[in-house]
């Protein structure tokens, strides 16, 4: 069983950058393909972003592409989430989790059931 904790989430102003974290220990985060969501109040948990194992293939929700950027460390058992020019709506707790086998992940990467590890989720406000 792999152990997800997120970081890096706070209060940024509209336009501004901020690095999300995602620390796993229990196993490495190498065989496990990963992804991002968030779930602002009132609303369903939506998907962010994915990256397959190696790193090779990332996946991105219409919403945030080409201002997110995915990716990973494997030696240091981390996902990272770059987020750049960031808008109020993108405002919600944001969850890493991860994917440990039962099904192909390249078939459903944004949906949530696909996944079956998640962390506690981490808090970014953006202001207007």
């Known amino acids: 069983q792999v152990q997800l904790v997120e970081s890096g989430g706070g209060l940024v102003q509209a336009g501004g950058s901020l690095r999300l974290s995602c620390a796993a220990s229990?196993?490495?985060?190498?065989?496990?393909?990963m992804g991002w969501f968030r779930q602002a109040p009132g609303k369903e948990r939506e998907f962010v972003a994915a990256?397959?194992?190696?790193?090779?293939?990332?996946y991105y929700a219409d919403s945030v592409k080409g201002r997110f950027t995915i990716s990973r460390d494997n030696a240091k058992n981390t996902v990272y989430l770059e987020m750049n020019s960031l808008k109020p709506g993108d405002t919600a707790l944001y969850y890493c989790?991860?994917?440990?086998?039962?099904?192909?992940?390249?078939?459903?990467?944004?949906?949530?059931?696909?996944?079956?590890?998640w962390g506690q989720g981490t808090q970014v406000t953006v202001s207007s």
């Open positions: 990256i397959s194992w190696r790193g090779a293939t990332t």
């Open positions: 989790a991860a994917d440990s086998g039962g099904s192909n992940w390249f078939l459903r990467p944004r949906q949530r059931a696909t996944y079956d590890h």
């Open positions: 229990g196993r490495t985060l190498s065989s496990y393909d």
